[in-house]
């Protein structure tokens, strides 16, 4: 399948290194979307922690 793939573009005028360019972009694009999503994750449980301590002080100071 991947043959045909490859020979259908080539007849379009991709050459066999901007396949292989584009394929290495979709993976780079991958990894980055990965990372974004596991910084929101840690930027999420920094913001929730900050707010768990800051309700603590604000508690803490009205006591």
Do not use: Y
């Amino acid at each position: 399948m991947e043959s045909s793939l490859f020979n259908a573009l080539d007849a379009l005028g991709f050459s066999p290194e901007s396949l292989v360019l584009l394929a290495l972009m979709a993976i780079n694009l991958r990894n980055q979307n990965h990372i974004i999503k596991e910084l929101a994750k840690g930027l999420q449980a920094v913001t929730d922690r900050v707010l768990v301590l800051e309700t603590e002080r604000n508690r803490s100071n009205k006591g």
